[in-house]
């Protein structure tokens, strides 16, 4: 063998092991995957979405950076397989500096097509959250910064708590700079014979670093994938470049996936909550309030003032009088 072709066979080496880590091309299924193109006008195959979401030839805007704005995409195809990956290629992007929110959730949910306030879908949800929150709120001491990456499972009992961060149900998470950068985001969340692993490159390197894996986490086949965010007060723009499935089973069997459909979604392992610190409670009085309150105290003031002095003058005028 020449040296060129000697080279060239080592560059195709390294390139397939590189794609084979990184995309795993030959087993992405169509039917729960969204990549561009898109779709043609209002249609997108296997897909439904609601909301403010638009969809361009470019991205999926499940929000723009405006206020009280809610979006989502779901997909129309339940996964049947046990063990899959999920590639979540993605931009969130803003004006704010110091203040931005909400975030955003990658789900795989029993019930889809449904608003609520997580982040733009329903509270007591069944399956599982991949939550990219953005908003660091003030309630309570915090043991990370923002932008922030976790998990949850919920077997349709549990509350998210925004006040908290959903910190007290979480069972893992890591800090993930996402935000405003020049090119698409990647995690990676990964189920494979009950243990969840996600995964992320967020410096554009097409390499994974693992931002948490736990084991023991048990979910049914049958739900729904999809995404959705949200902005409050607070604004950002989440933008869904593609979603890319893989089934990791190398031969489907669909008695395993009927058997796996009654599990109630569960985890054995979550972090310990932190202690929640309450606000304290504002004023009753606001400094409006306080404003028109000294105002009206002073005009009182004044016009008893005015008031006693037309009193005096008039007792002075008669007491005259009456020595004349």
Known sequence: MSPKSLLWSVLVSILAVVSGQYDNVDYMKREHSLVKPYGAGMNV????YMGHTMVTNNYVRLTPDAQSKSGSIWNQVPCEARNWEMQVSFKVHGHGKDLFGDGMVIWYSRDRMTGGPVFGSRD??????????????HNGPHNHQHPYLSAMVNNGTLHYDHDRDGTHTQLAGCETKFRNVDYETVISIRYQNDVLTVLTDLENKREWKECFSVQSVLLPTGYYFGASATTGDLSDTHDIISLRFYELDMVADPQASLQRRGIIPSAL???PPRERTEDKKPSG??????FFMILFGMLVAVAAAIGGIMFYQKHKENSKKRFY
Do not use: C, Q
């Open 45 to 48: 195959p296997y897909w439904d």
């Open 124 to 137: 007591y949800f069944s399956g599982l959250a991949i939550v990219l929150d953005t908003y660091s709120n």
């Open 269 to 271: 392992h979550f972090e």
């Open 285 to 290: 009085w606001s400094n409006v309030k306080i």
